[in-house]
């Protein structure tokens, strides 16, 4: 838990499909991984990966504050570990369930 988090270690997925999350391909029509943060999406370029690897959406699971202490935590403005709008910014569609 926390900064450790293993979940939240791309590091610890054998063959991540997105280069900085721990990501693996689903059926062969989606990615399931890790949920984002800003810094990686920086860190590792996620917008062009995702345009690499034809990713057209996202479906946020994560409900607001829901693990505050793991990996990046939570950006209180969003209440998630991420800025929705970078993904709307970039055409990835975004879905919150």
Do not use: W
């Amino acid at each position: 838990m926390g900064k450790s988090c293993k979940h939240e270690n791309y590091k610890k997925c054998a063959n991540p499909a997105i280069h900085g999350l721990h990501s693996e391909y689903v059926a062969g029509i989606m990615i399931g991984s890790q949920r984002l943060s800003d810094r990686l999406i920086k860190e590792f370029d996620m917008m062009k990966q995702f345009k690499d690897q034809g990713v057209k959406g996202v479906f946020n699971l994560e409900e607001p504050g829901e693990h505050p202490y793991c990996g990046d935590g939570i950006i209180p403005k969003t209440g998630f570990s991420y800025t929705p709008e970078i993904l709307m910014e970039n055409r990835v569609e975004y879905y919150n369930m």
